[in-house]
Every structure is written in C-alpha cells, then in structure tokens.
C-alpha cells in the first residue's frame, strides 16, 4: 500500500482558532513533509520530521508545529489560525536510504480560514 | 537557493495533438536530479518521472522529458494527448544539499487541459 492518508480532507477553521491536521503512512518511510500550496504558488515545504528529528523552515519556523508520535503518524498544529493560513496543505513521505527517493503524496487538507 | 519556473499557468490542447509543458530551473549545483509530478482532480500528486542524466530521454506513459543541463531545462511533452491527461502538472528538483533528506524545490505547476 503506497497511500499516505490525510484527515480531514476540508478543514473551515475561525481566525485565532487552533487547528491540527493528521497525516499517515503505512509504507515504513523514515522522512514526512508538510507544504503549504496556494493558487498559482509552487507548494511550499513547511517543515519535515526525518526519522523522530523535526525540520522546520526559517521563515515559517513560529507558525506552525508538528508532532510524530511513531512512525506512521504526522501531526501540523496551527496554535492561531490567521487568514494567511487559507491553503491547500499536502503531506508526503519518502525513504531516504534511496538516493533521490521519490515523495509519496497525500490528498491534502484544504483548510479555509474565516 | 534553487529556483524551478513553469511560465504557463494553463495550457489547453485538442486530443491527439502534441503538447510541451515548460520547466527551467537555477540551481548552482552540477549533479541534480529532476522529477515531474502529476495531480489529477482530487486525487493526490503522484511521480509521472524522474531523471539525473543530462541528455537521456526519461518515458513514462506517454510522456517524456530530457534533462538538458546546457538550456537548464526539463520540459515535458507528449506526442498524443488524451481527455485523461488532463491535470495539474508540477517540476520539482533536488539538489545534492537537499538530495540527503529528499527536500524538493517544486515549480508553481502548469494545468494541463485537454479538449475533445
């Protein structure tokens, strides 16, 4: 199974409200990643977790967290959610041992802000 | 850092006919590696092909992409698009700084619509 699941699908979140979006693998990758993908943007790599070490970008480094509880499991927490925040946000993974390894996507979470 | 630019936001094609999808890229890496993804509607972005060579053509349904390091391109294209071909096609590379955690710089996509 090559699927990386994603929940919820849509998200309708309130401004200064939190929200945690879920990602899941069952392929046994050591690498996640969270981006950020807006209209007509090139999607955005938030952050990624290799094996239990997290990763965050320099500049979306205090807007968003995660967590990995194991291996499968991949969580990205908005603790005040802003307007800004309105996008589509894909999860993939990949195993790194392979050299140029490909990412396995999910669905996305579509996550609008009001 | 790298940069990855596809200049259409929307190409439209009759079925049957050609197509090239355009993807350029700056990077002051030598030895990188390129992938074109696809995303159709609803569905998740998937690997459509991936290529490190410089002047090896890659081919994968249908498709195909050359690596062309002289031109800093790695254009898509196809002979003979079909109505299933229509989706959301993104370039993406990885460079050796970023090839150890399997970090992707992606272009902002190009939409393929074909139309009967």
């Known amino acids: 199974d090559t699927t990386v699941k994603q929940n919820p699908r849509y998200k309708l979140a309130r401004v200064g409200k939190p929200v945690n979006l879920i990602c899941s693998q069952t392929m046994n990758h050591d690498t996640m990643y969270w981006y950020q993908k807006k209209p007509n943007q090139a999607p955005k790599l938030l952050l990624f977790?290799?094996?239990?070490?997290?990763?965050r970008e320099a500049d979306t480094f205090e807007k968003f967290q995660s967590s990995r509880p194991n291996n499968s499991f991949c969580s990205l927490y908005i603790g005040s959610a802003g307007l800004e925040y309105s996008a589509m946000y894909l999860c993939?993974?990949?195993?790194?041992?392979?050299?140029?390894?490909?990412?396995?996507f999910g669905p996305g979470t579509r996550l609008t802000v009001l | 850092g790298d940069s990855v630019t596809q200049t259409e936001g929307l190409v439209t094609v009759t079925e049957g006919l050609p197509v090239m999808l355009n993807c350029t890229y700056q990077?002051?890496?030598?030895?990188?590696?390129f992938f074109w993804y696809v995303q159709y509607l609803n569905e998740a972005p998937k690997l459509l092909l991936r290529?490190?060579?410089?002047?090896k053509r890659t081919e994968h349904q249908g498709f195909h992409a050359t690596l062309h390091k002289s031109s800093s391109s790695f254009h898509l294209q196809k002979s003979s698009v079909q109505l299933s071909d229509s989706a959301l096609y993104y370039c993406a590379l990885s460079d050796p700084g970023t090839q150890v955690v399997g970090q992707l710089t992606f272009g902002r996509g190009t939409r393929l619509q074909v139309y009967a």
């Open positions: 977790y290799y094996d239990k070490i997290l990763n």
């Open positions: 993939a993974s990949s195993r790194q041992r392979v050299n140029y390894a490909e990412q396995f």
């Open positions: 990077t002051a890496y030598s030895d990188v590696a």
């Open positions: 290529s490190s060579t410089d002047n």
